[in-house]
């Protein structure tokens, strides 16, 4: 299947096998899962939910600090 992927301010079409989860797509990126959130449709939706053919998605760097 095929998703986009809005990373910052580029967008990536990503071929991801078909019913592949958010974290899979995130680590095709070689990203870490848990360093970043996952909104669809101006929702976050979590790393174990599965993605569809042409799904459009943003990831979002998380920072934490004191």
Request: charged share 25%; no cysteine.
């Amino acid at each position: 299947m095929i998703i986009r992927v809005e990373l910052g301010n580029d967008l990536k079409v990503v071929s991801l096998r078909d019913s592949a989860t958010v974290e899979e797509a995130i680590r095709s990126l070689s990203l870490l899962p848990d360093a970043h959130i996952v909104v669809r449709n101006n929702m976050p939706i979590p790393i174990t939910e599965r993605l569809r053919d042409g799904d459009t998605i943003r990831v979002i760097r998380v920072a934490s600090g004191g």
